[in-house]
């Protein structure tokens, strides 16, 4: 069965910008109550939405767990128990090379773009399990799929992400909630202004982008499917294909001299 949006009871953090408020607005637009998390409340504010009823905000930071207890408070009082929809949206990177940094910034990353997602999940299932067609949707990236220099932290949150993914989906199917994996390459939006721990003077390479609205429409194509996954733009699925059909091609493209 297809998943459908109409007065569905859907969860997205980071609500507040990029993907992750370009999904928020389609589910609006398609009748659904969207529980919309950030930490900025003048930017959720900013969500499009022909219902303003419809949009029910949770101000606060996913790794904090009073902010993912009242995320589930918010959304099972909504659903009187059940929840429809969980987009894990919300993330962090860091540019720069391994050897340069700490600790201390691969544990940021790693507790924003994995731990977070991961217990807020844990502490829906059973929401998710009373859910009409229930969909969790993991806004990963190809970086999850295939990793590259300089960004190895935020790859390994992704890679973890993937993999949680996969064995998640086998264990809950039986229950009937679809896990969907979405895999943009470069998004155009302000992730990028919000890194970790990294210098201003570090770049991003990558190759083509796509905006936050293409993202979300194809999110929700991957989400009303319910498909298991989904790789967005040609050059992210070029990345991917080549390192699954030739990883030593790919290991000599990526390697610094």
Request: charged share 25%; net charge positive; proline share 5%.
């Amino acid at each position: 069965m297809r998943f459908d949006s109409t007065d569905s009871v859907c969860i997205v953090t980071g609500a507040s910008s990029g993907i992750g408020r370009a999904l928020a607005e389609r589910l609006l637009q398609r009748g659904a109550h969207v529980v919309a998390v950030a930490r900025r409340r003048e930017r959720l504010d900013q969500i499009v939405t022909p219902d303003a009823a419809k949009v029910h905000q949770v101000v606060g930071d996913v790794t904090d767990p009073k902010t993912r207890q009242q995320i589930v408070q918010v959304a099972t009082q909504l659903g009187r128990g059940a929840v429809d929809l969980l987009v894990n949206n919300a993330g962090s990177g860091a540019i720069g090379p391994f050897s340069e940094a700490n600790e201390e910034r691969l544990r940021k990353v790693m507790e924003v773009n994995f731990f977070a997602p991961v217990e807020l999940t844990r502490s829906l299932l059973p929401a998710l399990a009373k859910g009409r067609t229930p969909v969790i949707c993991n806004i990963s990236s190809v970086l999850g799929h295939r990793a590259v220099p300089n960004k190895s932290e935020y790859c390994a949150s992704k890679f973890a992400i993937h993999g949680w993914s996969d064995a998640l989906r086998a264990e809950i199917s039986q229950f009937g909630i679809q896990v969907t994996l979405v895999s943009p390459s470069t998004t155009r939006s302000d992730f990028f202004d919000s890194l970790i721990d990294t210098d201003s003077n570090q770049a991003s390479r990558s190759v083509g982008s796509w905006s936050p609205e293409q993202v979300a429409d194809a999110a929700m194509a991957a989400i009303e499917k319910r498909k298991d996954e989904v790789i967005c733009s040609f050059p992210g699925k070029l990345l991917v294909w080549v390192d699954r059909f030739c990883p030593p091609l790919m290991n000599r493209l990526l390697r610094q001299s």
